[in-house]
């Protein structure tokens, strides 16, 4: 089977498995509303520290909503006794990490749907005017995210007070690509030329390709028994 | 001419030291504890409960 | 062996207190509150030399698998947490009286305080992880992730304080300092050059002492 076969073989299960579940999801969403009120509720009062703050709440949001579901990307494997499948994988394990982490984007992709599309309609974000150029910044973002948070999330899989764990590892390390993703949305959302965001462009691609190729070469060690 | 704060440059290096003393201490510690025995092992070790 | 080098160590330390204190002058702008910096700044020098050698034989066990490269890796992130822990309780003792707070976040704080934390998870996941060969693979995949990611930190870091926003604060340390401060410096990071790669040398002993008496 060739490596993308295999890759899209593990997307295909992972969105069947949700789909029909919808656990991820339902959760994501709920999460996300409620996050919206609670920023209501403390910087409501103040419109102008509100939309100051907003591209960082915004980040935040799908931070904190995108963390639930990469904790979980593989505790199903792990709770329903099918790591050993994962390990009999023909072939490299890379096409496993790929496709996990294909699948973690969709997750995050969606996430990020729901959040800018609640912070336009309650929150009067003109998302529009920073279009083309968000959309760069949140891929670029997210496959960072995505990466890190894969592999992690294999590791801690296997490690007791994983849900403690792997939110420990991963924030620290995405400090770089938050600060990437934050400084330039709240560029482009102020209406400023994608240009103008060049240098935290260049780190979340430097980021990304450090982040993945990590990735690629130690998840199989991370697999192992 | 700027105050010189001698409280803090003191505060500092004790706070240096007690790091990095403590740090030598629990090594020193932990060396011990290998070299001799306790008494759970050496129970363990005679086949008592 | 390991104890002659904490003998060379301790001696070097004394000779580091004594360029401190002794021979380095009174700065001209900070008065001598700027007499932290010698332990300070030599402190997040070794910190970094020592996360270095964590990714050195972080890699190098992945590849290898010899227990003394993950013993080796071992002993040197607890040692950089121990110095950079020393960096930044210094660096906030030296803040407060110069700046006027305990913490600032401006860049050099900020990314020591987030590579802090990495190689504090680096340690967490050995100690949460029950079987330890699965503790050293996971570990060793920590330390490279967090090791490589110290540089984007760095950068990513200094551009948010400093682009679209002057520089504040007075660089922490000597700029065009004259010899006797560099000297001062010098001495002292040698002194804990050599005090942390004792450090490093007898827990990496003990940790094989630990491993063999398990065995």
């Given amino acids: 089977m060739s490596f993308a076969r295999r890759t899209f073989a593990v997307v295909w299960k992972d969105v069947v498995v949700e789909r029909r579940s919808k656990e991820t999801v339902t959760a994501v969403l709920f999460f996300s509303v409620l996050l919206l009120f609670v920023f209501e509720f403390t910087l409501g009062g103040d419109r102008d520290r509100l939309t100051g703050v907003l591209p960082g709440l915004l980040w935040l949001a799908v931070l904190l909503a995108g963390l639930l579901g990469l904790g979980r990307s593989f505790v199903l494997e792990r709770d329903n006794d099918c790591w050993e499948a994962l390990l009999l994988t023909p072939g490299d394990k890379g096409a496993v990490y790929v496709g996990k982490l294909l699948g973690n984007l969709l997750l995050m992709g969606l996430v990020e749907v729901i959040v800018l599309a609640l912070f336009t309609l309650f929150m009067n974000v003109d998302v529009a005017r920073a279009m083309p150029g968000l959309l760069l910044v949140l891929l670029l973002g997210t496959l960072g995210i995505a990466a890190v948070g894969t592999l992690f999330g294999a590791m801690t899989a296997h490690v007791r007070a994983r849900e403690l764990l792997f939110p420990v590892l991963l924030l620290p390390v995405l400090v770089p690509v938050l600060l990437a993703i934050v400084k330039s949305t709240d560029a482009l959302l102020a209406g400023q030329p994608l240009g103008s965001v060049d240098h935290w462009l260049k780190l979340l691609v430097a980021a990304d390709v450090i982040y993945v190729v990590a990735g690629l070469l130690t998840f199989d060690v991370l697999l192992e028994g | ?49 | 062996m390991t104890r002659w080098l904490g003998i060379v160590a301790l001696v070097a330390v004394v000779a580091g207190l004594v360029m401190s204190f002794g021979v380095a002058p009174r700065e001209l702008t900070q008065g001598n509150v700027q007499r932290i910096m010698y332990v300070h700044v030599p402190a997040v020098w070794v910190a970094y030399l020592a996360f270095f050698v964590v990714l050195g034989a972080s890699v190098a066990y992945l590849w290898s698998r010899e227990p003394g490269a993950d013993r080796a890796a071992h002993a040197a992130a607890e040692v950089g947490v121990v110095f950079l822990g020393v960096n930044i309780a210094t660096g906030a003792i030296w803040g407060k009286p110069t700046w006027g707070t305990w913490w600032t976040w401006d860049a050099r704080l900020t990314s020591v305080a987030v590579v802090f934390v990495i190689f504090i998870g680096y340690l967490l996941v050995r100690r949460m992880t029950d079987d330890p060969e699965r503790g050293a693979r996971f570990a060793a995949v920590v330390g490279i992730v967090g090791a490589l990611n110290v540089p984007l930190v760095h950068f990513s870091v200094y551009w948010w304080r400093t682009l679209h926003q002057p520089p504040t604060f007075m660089k922490p340390g000597p700029s065009a300092a004259p010899a006797s401060i560099r000297a001062a410096l010098l001495v002292n990071f040698a002194a804990l050059l050599l005090l942390g790669a004792y450090f490093i040398a007898k827990r990496y002993t003990l940790l094989r002492a630990e491993q063999e008496a398990a065995a």
Avoid: C, Q
């Fill in chain 2, 1 to 49: 001419m700027t105050a010189d704060h001698w409280g803090f440059v003191a505060a500092a290096y004790i706070v240096a030291a007690l790091a990095l003393g403590g740090y030598w201490r629990r090594l020193v510690h932990m060396e011990k504890n290998l070299k001799t025995p306790t008494l759970r092992s050496a129970r363990r070790r005679s086949g008592a409960r």
